[in-house]
């Protein structure tokens, strides 16, 4: 059963970059069966898919922060990760790693982190 | 992009009655190829991660009670909750995983009457 955790600061200062790193456990991140996802919920909302990685480092992002988002695998580390650039209040909520099995072309999510939460603020 | 919509926003239902959630994709989720609808349901509880609950439309995953079920077909689903039980109260959203970027429904409130 693959086992995701999610670290990184809790604060953030608008107009800088949010960092996100998500390790997993009893699965190896070069698995050709997921692809490693992102999902946001702000206070009060709803979920947002924020993107995905493959093992090959191919992503796929939600066009609606595209401009901002960055995310990455690290095999040696067995994590990958979340970067988003010029945060604003908007950008806060709590942030989910999953693990997204491909099945069938497409990409279920089975497994979650926990969620931490980022909060933007000065 | 796919835009899911749920209905209702919020629903209220008795212990031991049926709950009926909605939710209606843009366009098709439905793979003629292989007759599978790319439609999940999740159950979500403050402080806790999304559960996955139904995958491909109708298929319960394991570990989750048989009074849960999805039905529908293209692009109008259901989530049934038979008999609501106390530990059923979260919030409630569809998702398709047909085509990036996958989407949500807006998400459906559960309480108890």
């Known amino acids: 059963q693959v086992q995701l955790q999610e670290s990184g600061p809790g604060l953030v200062k608008p107009s800088q970059t949010l960092s996100l790193t998500c390790t997993v456990s009893?699965?190896?991140?070069?698995?050709?069966?997921?692809?490693w996802t992102w999902v946001r919920q702000p206070a009060g909302k709803g979920l947002e898919w924020i993107g995905q990685?493959?093992?090959?480092?191919?992503?796929n992002y939600n066009p609606s922060l595209t401009s901002r988002v960055t995310m990455s695998v690290d095999a040696s580390r067995n994590h990958f990760s979340l970067e988003l650039t010029s945060v604003t209040a908007a950008d806060t909520a709590v942030y989910y790693c999953?693990?997204?099995?491909?099945?069938?072309?497409?990409?279920?999510?089975?497994?979650w982190g926990q969620g931490t939460l980022v909060t933007v603020s000065s | 992009d796919i835009v899911m919509t749920q209905s209702p926003d919020f629903l209220a239902v008795s212990l031991g009655e049926r709950a009926t959630i909605s939710c209606k994709s843009s366009q098709s989720v439905l793979y003629s190829s292989n007759n599978k609808n790319y439609l999940a349901w999740y159950q979500h509880k403050p402080g806790q991660p999304p559960k996955l609950l139904i995958y491909w439309a109708s298929t319960r995953e394991s570990g989750v009670p048989d009074r849960f079920s999805g039905s529908g077909s293209g692009t109008d689903f259901t989530l049934t909750i038979s008999s609501l039980q106390p530990e059923d109260v979260a919030d409630y959203y569809c998702q398709q995983y047909d085509s990036a970027p996958y989407t949500f429904g807006q998400g459906t409130k559960l309480e108890i009457k």
């Open positions: 009893g699965g190896s991140i070069s698995s050709e069966s997921y692809y």
């Open positions: 999953a693990g997204g099995l491909i099945v069938f072309g497409g990409v279920i999510f089975y497994n």
């Open positions: 990685v493959y093992t090959t480092g191919r992503t």
